[in-house]
């Protein structure tokens, strides 16, 4: 199963490989609860985990400009624009220019928003942030270290990535069930998704 480029005595051998294969099923269930938590915000909202998330941020954070919502997120200011762009198309947020000072811009929810956010999941990392903050912090070190080592090993250290808990692009706009539904079981696919 694996190529190994050195011998182990075969009761290591088997350990080890064992951990490997425990490392791996680990891995998987992460990217796979990532995965089935978007497709479940894509079903029951119609939105990703990124919009959801900056929905999120402009409700806690009112009369907040483009920038420092970008800021909030960790999100560069135009992933945040793209985003807020396709959420404007879907009436969910409108802009501002600030009366003080034209050049700031403000972005505000609609009552469809406020309607979607009342009814809209968990997002999966706000579930990771709160059981992460109740472990001590050597644990909370030791988890971050860990990963950080795991990304290495990956070769995906360099990788630009946002601190969301999602899958792919996060101004992608594809939500729509119709795309999900080769992944979808039957029962999901017969239920429309919440516009």
Known sequence: MYNLAFSKPNSSREKFLNSIEEVLIALRRVIRATDLHSKHLAKTTGLTAP????LQTIRDNSDSTIGEIASKMSLSQATVTTIIDRLEKRELVFRERSKEDKRKVHAYLTDDAYNILKEAPIPLQDHFARQFGDLQEWEQTMIISSLQRVAQMMD????????????????????????????LDKADRDTPPHK
């Open 51 to 54: 919009q959801i998330l900056l």
């Open 156 to 183: 995906a250290q360099h990788i630009d990535a946002s601190p969301v808990l999602d899958v792919g692009l996060l101004d992608r706009h594809d939500t729509t069930i119709d795309k999900l539904a080769p992944f």
